[in-house]
């Protein structure tokens, strides 16, 4: 007969306001790796439990937003009293749930896989702590065992005396509980420390008092269960954050010339043989095809670059999309709502904003389109601007297929030129062109011969003196 199935609920703690960090937001908003801390707990636990419950403080309209996007119910603990305390503050369980899994907002290298054999680890109905060992365990709860090797109990460092101290096997803040008992153990607990604090820990005596088993879980990757409380510790976690996602980008196929400068904030999917160079930075959802190559020193953010794009130093992207084998850079800027054909080039110092271009199109230097529609094989000349914009509303232009701007061409939108229409370098075009027709919008040339500069003039004057 298969057992009913059990109905695990994550409790995340995060009413710690986390003055060390100095900020003016909760510790748990603080970004790693492009999200805030409590987003990573909140995809890990999601990933392995049936529901989730934030318990943050007072005033955290950030934490609320962010819980509430994930789906978790919210708890508030109106002052922070300790972890007991605050896993109080949870109470009442919704109904149905059998287990409980106690998290930090502030631990977020956490992996699912980590959380699965932990919570497999322990019995139904036993209570479990997950402890790892530290070289320094500094700050840290010490895990006593009794004489068998079962927990016994957790010290907190204020609490311990030397020889407790001395004890590398710390508490990691994991835990897992029978949620049926925890109302009962938790107004078991008292503030009677050196902290005064209620401490979740102290549940453990409660727990063997009542005769249930409680577990010991050992995690060899002590890396992934370290917390932030200082800037610093946050850059450490962002450091193995950065190696993990690196290595994953590799393992996958992706050549990193000097990985430890490459910096994925985000998601990054690749096909075959793509190469990054040296100091880009990835951000939000990225996708790369096959054989794309990014130089130097790219920003590259929510953006799609297809099969065989090129992408030359130092250019910036977001919110792009890039047909195969384009060019791109150095020094382009692609921003929101670009869409790019196949085997177009945006050269350097050129900015594109919710413009489209056809296969085969060009922008090479220095222009901005912004608000444009370009057809296949359209040239646009150095120094080109789109006018989109009269200080009220933006304007398109369109511009047909096979369309040659010149040099230097300001074309004032709202604005439509034909298929194969030439414009004249250094015109300001400011009227519809027609297909096949050359405009021209310019101040026509005049040469004036025998003239002579001010300079000439002057000299002849002191000869005839
Ligand atoms: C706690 C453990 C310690 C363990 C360590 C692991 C206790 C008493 N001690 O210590 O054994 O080694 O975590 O990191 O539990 N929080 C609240 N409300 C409160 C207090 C804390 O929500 O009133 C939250 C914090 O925001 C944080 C988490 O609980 O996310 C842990 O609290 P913290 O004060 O950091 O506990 P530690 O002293 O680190
Ligand atoms: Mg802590």
Redesign the pocket.
């Known amino acids: 007969m298969s057992s009913p199935p059990v109905h695990t609920l994550a409790l995340i703690?995060?009413?710690?306001k986390g003055t060390r960090m100095r900020s003016a937001h909760p510790k748990v908003m603080l970004d790693l790796g492009g999200e805030p801390m409590l987003a990573h707990v909140l995809a890990a636990a999601g990933a392995v439990v049936d529901s989730l419950r934030v318990?943050h403080g007072p005033n955290m309209p950030e934490v609320v937003a962010l819980a509430e996007a994930a789906g978790a119910s919210l708890a508030c603990?109106a002052t922070?009293?300790?972890?007991g305390?605050?896993v109080r503050a949870a109470l009442p369980l919704p109904d149905g749930v059998d287990r409980v899994l106690v998290l930090?907002?502030?631990?977020p290298l956490l992996e699912p896989a980590m959380l699965e054999r932990f919570m497999e680890a322990v019995p139904g109905d036993a209570v479990g702590v997950m402890t790892t060992t530290l070289e320094a365990p500094t700050g840290?709860?010490r895990i006593l065992r009794d004489e068998d090797g079962a927990l016994a109990a957790?010290v907190?460092e204020k609490d311990a005396t030397p020889a407790q101290r001395a004890l590398q096997e710390?508490?990691?803040?994991i835990y897992v509980l029978p949620a049926e008992p925890l109302p009962r153990w938790l107004k078991a607990i008292t503030a009677d420390n050196a902290q005064g604090?209620f401490?979740?820990?102290d549940l453990i005596a409660v727990a063997r008092a009542a005769g249930v088993p409680c577990v010991a879980v050992p995690e060899a990757d002590s890396a992934s269960l370290r917390?932030a409380n200082t800037r610093a510790q946050l850059a450490a976690l962002e450091a193995t954050l950065q190696t993990r996602r690196r290595d994953q980008l590799m393992a996958a196929g992706v050549t990193l010339r000097a990985p430890e400068s490459v910096t994925l904030r985000g998601h990054v999917e690749a096909g075959q043989d793509c190469i990054i160079d040296v100091g880009c930075v990835f951000e939000g959802k990225v996708v790369l095809g096959q054989n794309v190559k990014v130089g130097a020193h790219c920003v590259i953010k929510d953006a799609e670059l297809q099969d065989g794009v090129q992408v030359a130093p130092l250019t910036h992207i977001e919110g792009a999309v890039v047909g195969p084998e384009a060019q791109l850079g150095p020094f382009a800027r692609l921003r929101e709502g670009t869409v790019l054909g196949r085997g177009t080039r945006i050269g350097n110092f050129v900015e594109t904003k919710k413009t489209t271009l056809g296969d085969y199109s060009k922008a090479n230097h220095l222009a901005y389109l912004g608000d444009a529609t370009l057809g296949q094989r359209v040239n646009v000349g150095a120094g080109t601007i789109t006018c989109n914009y009269d200080g009220i509303g933006k304007h398109p232009t369109v511009l047909g297929n096979d369309v040659f701007v010149g040099s230097n061409s300001t074309l004032v939108a709202p604005l439509t030129v034909g298929e194969g229409a030439f414009l004249g370098a250094g015109s300001t075009i400011t009227k519809d062109v027609d297909a096949e027709t050359l405009a021209v919008g310019r101040g026509r040339q005049r040469s004036i011969s025998g003239w002579q500069s001010p300079k000439a003039r002057a000299q002849r004057g002191k000869e005839e003196d």
């Open positions: 703690l995060a009413a710690g318990i603990q922070q009293l300790g972890t305390d605050a930090s907002g502030d631990v840290f709860g957790i907190e710390i508490n990691a803040g604090e401490y979740l820990t917390g």
